[in-house]
């Protein structure tokens, strides 16, 4: 497969089908590209109304020409396009890349052709990229399938980047806000309605470029993860950075992506979480791509995230810390000696703390940042350093600042950013090649991405143990199993889960509550009323037999008048916590199973406050999602609480984890609210939970 998706990108021949002499036609763009850029191979215009085209001989039809190319752009429409497609698959082409829109982004009709162009392929080993696509272009190569004007508008220069998109607009944007920097690109190719090739397999095929050291991808949909996280872990292995703009994050931008591209939106938060997973960067736009890009390509792997703020402004000192705050990122606790060693080379009012504010004498000392920068470098605890620069001009040795800082970074190979509003005083660091922005913001934000990313490529990855069997009782497919069962489910594979008796009479029913003892709780049980309490099914807190035996009566009268199966009622022990929690879990369609773990309760689908989660994971990472949440301030503890267990709700997770990924599709979805979590030590209960079966 990687064989053949190579070839596309370095094919030793190509053939235009639909080809025109005229440059400014998507036909003729193709050809003058590749005469422009270099490329080495044999170009073979398909034209029959010409001779000659831009200088090559023209062929009447794809079987005329002297070979078989490597690669077939497919320039004609309408029902041109499929039989040019069912020609290239006959005549034995590698890979054809469809340009031609009105297929699958259309409708039924659109999809249907769409479908047959791909079984063709398929069946005769021909890869298909697109349709509706701006094509492929490698400016390694000069190897340029494509028609984007943006090749024109901003001239290519060769790179260590590379750009896959689903949207040729897209990868267009991104290509020119990168040449806009000053940052060659290898890569730009659009991968459309994705019909056979995705974003996945040819970031794969990118990511084997020895010399891409940045992958860049736009997606509107991932249709096939498995690909894209081949692509991540090999370039996981390689320390090449992905960042990823995956939009339709909005209903709104969901039905825009169907009607682009005719792909189904994946849900948002899940999305997030396979990123992560992966050690793919998500970001929002081809701005945020770019203002990025130099900082990866200088090689920036912080060990931690620590920052130094340094200034010749007291202010700029206040606003660089609170932007540190908003991005996650702690001042470095700089240690007496560097504070010594700072206040050695700064006038007596300066602060050599941090943030350090080396004050208006920079106007009078140009090499103060200079002196300053080596002074805390050796200090273990400073990681990334970030001089906010709010004023200079007339008197101030710009150029010195410049060549300081550049020297610094060289020899220590420490992140150094800089912020510069004024133009005069950011080209000099721009021109020493110093990731230079034009508010602390986007500096402190670029420092901040990259520290928080390198973590995130570094995580050890995790290898669960054999998952387990998890058979499911008898019963149809899709329906609910019944609380009971769902509990004993969860118990058999080690859930901590509350003590129960199933009863059929007023009579069992005390009993049950003489064996469990006082205060007990008395629910229905239902298969088909999953929420109990909605319907008035449950009562908390029942402190005699006799109150146990009315509600046996008076829920199953209710039971058989809503004309629901009736179980029985569940007599439970009334347990308490210091906070209820939620874990649920899901088999998704694109994803396989999926893990949500936040605040639990009557309101958890209100407040929305969870974080999800990939399998494998660990308790660790159970642990850090928490933290992420609205409620983390009381995971440990305020106003005199204890903290909460934590260690054991994220224990409880991962053993959810490899309950759905061992039912192997079975399960499709668990939903265990509340969970009890005592405090540190005590442990986590589940009281409630429900189990449903996947569909036939």
Not at 290 to 300: E, I, P, T, V
Request: overall charge negative; some cysteine.
């Amino acid at each position: 497969m990687l064989d053949l998706l190579t070839s596309a990108l370095n094919p030793r021949s190509v053939a235009i089908i639909g080809a025109s002499d005229n440059i400014h036609k998507i036909g003729g763009r193709p050809i003058y590209y590749m005469q422009r850029h270099g490329y080495q191979g044999a170009v073979y215009p398909i034209n029959p109304t010409r001779e000659v085209i831009q200088g090559h001989k023209s062929y009447a039809s794809l079987a005329a020409l002297p070979e078989v190319p490597d690669l077939a752009l497919v320039v004609v429409g309408g029902d041109k396009t499929v039989a040019a497609v069912e020609e290239c698959a006959a005549r034995g082409v590698k890979s054809a890349v469809v340009i031609a829109s009105g297929f699958g982004e259309t409708g039924p009709e659109g999809l249907e052709q769409q479908r047959h162009m791909v079984a063709k392929a398929r069946a005769a080993g021909m890869r298909l990229y697109g349709p509706n696509t701006q094509g492929l272009a490698n400016f390694g190569t000069g190897a340029i399938a494509g028609f984007s004007t943006m090749f024109i508008e901003v001239p290519p220069m060769d790179g260590p980047i590379g750009i896959v998109s689903q949207s040729g607009g897209m990868s267009a944007m991104a290509y020119g806000l990168l040449r806009g920097r000053g940052l060659g690109v290898r890569h730009v190719h659009a991968t459309g309605n994705e019909a056979d090739v995705t974003v996945g397999e040819l970031a794969l095929a990118v990511a084997h470029d020895p010399d891409v050291r940045l992958l860049l991808l736009y997606l509107e949909s991932i249709a096939n993860p498995e690909m894209l996280a081949a692509a991540a872990a090999h370039a996981r292995a390689r320390d090449l950075p992905i960042i990823a703009i995956k939009a339709g994050r909005s209903a709104g931008g969901q039905k825009a992506a169907s009607s682009h591209t005719g792909s189904l939106a994946n849900e948002d938060r899940t999305v997030d979480a396979f990123f992560r997973h992966h050690g793919i960067w998500r970001v929002r736009d081809p701005h945020e791509q770019a203002r990025a890009a130099q900082a990866y390509l200088k090689g920036w792997r912080p060990e931690g995230r620590r920052l130094v703020v340094i200034s010749n402004s007291g202010a700029s000192c206040v606003m660089g810390a609170d932007a540190a705050d908003d991005e996650g990122l702690p001042l470095a606790e700089l240690s007496p000696e560097t504070q010594r060693n700072v206040a050695a080379q700064l006038p007596g009012f300066a602060t050599a703390s941090n943030p350090i504010d080396i004050t208006a004498a920079l106007l009078s000392d140009s090499g103060l940042f200079g002196k300053v920068l080596p002074a805390v470098a050796q200090d273990p605890a400073a990681d990334l350093f970030f001089l906010n620069i709010p004023v200079a001009g007339a008197g101030y040795d710009v150029q010195a600042f410049a060549r300081d800082a550049a020297a610094f970074e060289a020899a220590t190979g420490k992140p150094v950013a800089v912020a510069a509003w004024q133009e005069s005083v950011a080209e000099p660091f721009r021109a020493q090649g110093i990731a230079t922005f034009p508010n602390e913001g986007e500096a402190v934000g670029v420092l901040a991405q990259v520290a928080q990313h390198t973590e995130l490529m570094r995580r050890a990855r995790v290898a669960w143990p054999a998952l387990p069997d998890v058979p499911l009782p008898p019963g149809q497919d899709g329906g609910f199993l019944n609380e009971v069962d769902s509990l004993a489910l969860l118990a058999q594979h080690g859930v901590p889960t509350v003590p129960l008796r199933l009863v059929r009479s007023a009579q069992e029913a005390r009993e049950a509550f003489g064996a469990i003892g006082a205060p007990v709780v008395v629910k229905a049980c239902s298969p088909e009323v999953p929420h109990k309490s909605e319907h008035g099914l449950v009562a908390l807190n029942v402190a005699s037999a006799d109150e146990a035996a009315a509600l046996f009566e008076r829920f199953w009268l209710k039971m058989g008048d809503m004309g629901v199966a009736r179980d029985g009622v569940i007599v439970a022990a009334m347990r308490r916590g210091r906070h209820e929690f939620m874990i649920g879990a899901r088999q998704d369609p694109v994803f396989g199973p999926v893990v949500v773990v936040g605040d639990g309760g009557k309101n958890v689908e209100a407040m929305k406050d969870c974080a999800v989660l990939l399998p494998p994971f660990s308790a660790h990472e159970v642990a850090q999602a928490l933290r992420t949440l609205r409620i983390a301030p009381l995971l440990d503890g305020v106003r005199g609480d204890p903290p909460l267990d934590i260690a054991a709700l994220s224990a409880l997770a991962v053993t959810i984890g490899q309950v759905i990924a061992g039912a192997r599709g079975s399960i499709a979805s668990l939903d265990l609210n509340p969970v009890l979590v005592g405090a540190a030590g005590e442990g986590a209960i589940v009281v409630d939970a429900l189990v449903e079966r996947a569909g036939a």
